[in-house]
């Protein structure tokens, strides 16, 4: 059987790039059970809740919904169950230094298979004020209209 190569999405949290300022992102490896990876295998996941944290010198993911696997049997998994994450260990201090600063969080923004293995794509990111977020949108729909009026002058 020939191995998986590339990348696969199975979630994304487009919202987060709305709600929050992303300063950095890692990709880390994510410790899961086979019922999990089944699920994920079948495109079924969801980072909407989801944050990551610090504790003790390691990385957890907490609050993403993996759905329980449809042909589990009784040792299937809890489906918001606390996921450790597997970075390097300057990562992790890095990491816990800006989230202790204040004001930072941790936001899973993907969750995807490379090469056959799991990983989720975590981001250190600033909360975004309400004006922050309207002017973002404002700015969205200017470029929006600017390159609809680019397009129809090309077209002449």
Do not use: C
């Not at 079924?44 to 504790?55: C, K, P, T, Y």
Request: glycine share 8%.
């Amino acid at each position: 059987m020939p191995r998986e190569t590339g990348k696969k999405v199975v979630a994304s949290n487009r919202k987060a790039r709305h709600d929050y300022h992303i300063d950095d992102t890692y990709e880390a490896g994510i410790v899961l059970t086979g019922t999990e990876v089944k699920a994920l295998r079948q495109g079924r996941a969801s980072l909407v809740d989801g944050f990551a944290q610090i504790d003790r010198g390691e990385a957890w993911l907490e609050h993403v919904h993996i759905p329980e696997y449809f042909q589990g049997t009784w040792n299937n998994h809890a489906p918001r169950r606390r996921r450790k994450l597997l970075l390097h260990r300057a990562e992790i201090d890095k990491l816990a230094g800006s989230t202790r600063e204040g004001g930072y969080t941790l936001v899973p923004l993907q969750l995807y298979f490379k090469d056959g293995k799991a990983k989720v794509e975590i981001a250190l990111a600033r909360g975004k004020k309400h004006w922050d977020k309207r002017q973002t949108l404002r700015e969205r729909q200017d470029k929006r209209e600017s390159d609809r009026a680019m397009s129809l002058r090309t077209n002449r």
